[in-house]
Nanobody, 115 residues
Framework: QVQLVESGGGLVQAGGSLRLSCVAS????????MAWYRQAPGKQRELVAA???????NYADSVKGRFTIARVNRQNTVFLQMNSLKPEDTAVYYC?????????WGKGTLVTVSS
């Protein structure tokens, strides 16, 4: 059993920056990929960014060049640095990880970007 807790969401003006964090706790043996997803009102949940245990990263086309995912250690903590924010980035952002074939999700943190 793994628990994920996100923090750092809030209100920011277009062009501003925000940093999200996610901390994993509980029974942690071998977490592979950690990722950030987001879901805007009336839209499907989508992958924003992912990072593997060796540091390889992957980003959605819509955030490339603006967002950066980082892992402070191999298992427990992941950040999402969001720069040049746009109103269309407004969504609930969810932390995700996989361990032994089981997906774990955080409760989400709301990011609102005003124009």
């Amino acid at each position: 059993q793994v628990q994920l807790v996100e923090s750092g969401g809030g209100l920011v003006q277009a062009g501003g920056s925000l940093r999200l964090s996610c901390v994993a706790s509980g029974y942690i043996d071998s977490i592979n990929v950690m990722a950030w997803y987001r879901q805007a009102p009336g839209k499907q949940r989508e992958l924003v960014a992912a990072i593997g245990s060796r540091g390889s990263t992957n980003y959605a086309d819509s955030v490339k060049g603006r967002f950066t995912i980082a892992r402070v250690n191999r298992q427990n903590t992941v950040f999402l640095q969001m720069n040049s924010l746009k109103p269309e980035d407004t969504a609930v952002y969810y932390c995700n990880c996989d361990q032994h074939g089981t997906d774990y999700w955080g409760k989400g943190t709301l990011v609102t970007v005003s124009s």
